[in-house]
Every structure is written in C-alpha cells, then in structure tokens.
C-alpha cells in the first residue's frame, strides 16, 4: 500500500528524459514515449541505479557511519568534524513553510530526513531517500515544487549549471532554493568533487531570482582546522594513501577545536571572503525574473 505522502509526490513525477507524464501502476511508473520502466517499493521510485566508485577516505567515512549510526550526524560531527557546526535542518524549518501538502526535496539528503514532510532525492539507496536518480536529470514538472535544499551537494554533480537549471524550472513561483556550498575546502570525493562556489558565482547562476539572505556557516578557523588535517595527514603518509586516508581523520578530529573561535566570525559580511562554506537562500521572484528580462 503505497502512503498519502507518495501519492503526493507521484502527481508531480515526470519521466526525467522527455518529461511527459508517467503511467503509475502498484510496483512500478512506465513512460510512454520512451517505454522505460522505473520500479516502485516501499513508497520509493528508482529512477536510476548507481554503482558507488571506490575512494579510500570515503570509504572509511563510511565504515565509520555505518559503525555509529544515527549518532554520527548527531554527535560526531559536530564534535569532531573540522568545520563550526551548521544546522541546515533548523534554517530550513524556520525559514520555509513546511507542510503536510509541501513539496520540498532535499537533494543528497541520504539517511538524513530534515522532517517529516521533505522528500530525500539521492542516487543512493539510504533508507530515508523517497526518489533514487541522478540531481542532473529530475524528474519533476514544471513549476511544481515549493523549495529546493542541498547540504554540501552541487559541488559533487559533474555539470551543475544544468542541475539548478533544472531546479529553477521545476519551482513554484515564490518558492525557494536553500543550499549550502563550499568555497575555502580541499578536494573531498563523495564520489567525485569537482566545483568551489564564491557567494557572487551563485548570485549569478540564481540572477533571475531574488537573493534573500547569504552568510557564511563557518569561518576562519573552521578553515584552520581543516587545512592543518589535511596538510598533516598529507605530510606524514610519506605517499601511503591507506595511511593518509587514516591519518586525515584523526587530525581532523584532533584540530577540531579550534573552530569553535568562529563564533566570532559567522554572518559577517567579510567572512564572505574566506568561508569554508556558504549558505545561499533565493526566492523565485517574478518581479525580479521580469526586470531580467526587460534588461
């Protein structure tokens, strides 16, 4: 039996490569001009299947939040991850309008469900995603969702640009994008990494939406404690990757209170300049997409 929260979500669902509407049956969404068959269990619907490259600090990584479960996101990264700590769950419950009849996808949000009332998309099969498929090719219609949220995400999607294209085209008029990037951080695969954001080359990729509020989530010395557990474990590996892999995480751990001196620097206009990680938060505004237009 599939839940009212999937039902919600099926009406609207399009096939990513054409965009024509879906044909739903009970296990299953086929699409009638390609003939594709996209499968449906546990109120999910797998768009995509994907094989997880391998990456040795990534894999650890994820020995580890295997090993402690829900107590990773929940008490050892904020402790011991480099970075001053940022709830993008908090910020978006405060700032957006959830509710039971909201569409807001969380892209990459993996086994981390903000609330109840926000659907998970990510090509991995965690047990809190909704929607398994690729972020550059969403299968959402036009104008059909209310807000767009990404932790630490679009610099892991190979051609950004066309993902939030087509995010843009699937929000409601007035609905938002909230996503939180990084600038000043070094190479992190999960599986890949390929793009650092400036506060102005988001303002640009969202130019014809209204800018609501960016800030910096961390600051200098979230930077300091990142870069000293890179370079260290870099440094004493002596070429070892398996020993880098190792050492990183430990020095990460071990730098890891000097970030809290960021208290001092988080929403400050010249933190801009330097931040480990942004967070941008735009409007879909028709009064500012015209103004584009007429420019």
């Not at 104008?143 to 640009?161: C, Q, R, Y």
């Not at 474990?233 to 730098?255: E, H, K, P, Q």
Request: charged share 20%.
């Amino acid at each position: 039996m599939q839940s009212a929260k999937f039902q919600r979500l099926k009406e609207i669902l399009c096939c990513p490569d054409t965009g024509v509407d879906l044909i739903f049956r009970e296990s299953s969404a086929i699409s009638p001009k390609t003939g594709k068959i996209f499968a449906i269990r546990n109120n999910k619907i797998y768009f995509t299947k994907y094989t997880y490259p391998k990456n040795e600090l990534n894999d650890l990584k994820t020995t580890v939040r295997s090993h402690f479960g829900g107590l990773y996101h929940s008490v050892l990264v904020p402790l011991f991850a480099p970075g001053f700590p940022f709830d993008l769950r908090k910020y978006v419950k405060k700032h957006l309008d959830i509710r039971p009849d909201s569409i807001i996808i969380d892209l990459g949000g993996g086994n981390v469900k903000s609330d109840e009332n926000i659907y998970n998309l990510d090509h991995m099969d965690y047990g809190e995603v909704d929607i398994i498929c690729d972020i550059e090719c969403l299968p959402f219609k036009p104008n059909s969702v209310d807000a767009f949220i990404s932790n630490g995400v679009l610099e892991h999607i190979p051609n950004v640009s066309v993902a939030v294209d087509k995010m843009k085209a699937a929000t409601k008029m007035n609905g938002s994008s909230v996503h939180h990037t990084p600038f000043c951080y070094p190479f992190h695969a999960s599986p890949h990494d390929f793009w650092r954001f400036t506060d102005a080359g988001l303002r640009e990729m969202y130019k014809d939406w209204q800018v609501v509020e960016q800030f910096n989530s961390q600051g200098p010395f979230s930077l300091l404690a990142t870069f000293f557990g890179y370079f260290f474990g870099a440094l004493f590996s002596l070429g070892n990757r398996t020993l880098m892999s190792w050492l990183t995480l430990i020095l990460l751990a071990f730098f890891s209170p000097i970030k809290w001196l960021d208290f001092l620097t988080i929403r400050r206009a010249s933190g801009l300049l330097f931040a480990p990680h942004i967070v941008s938060h735009f409007r879909k505004d028709h009064i500012v997409a015209k103004r584009q237009i007429s420019s």
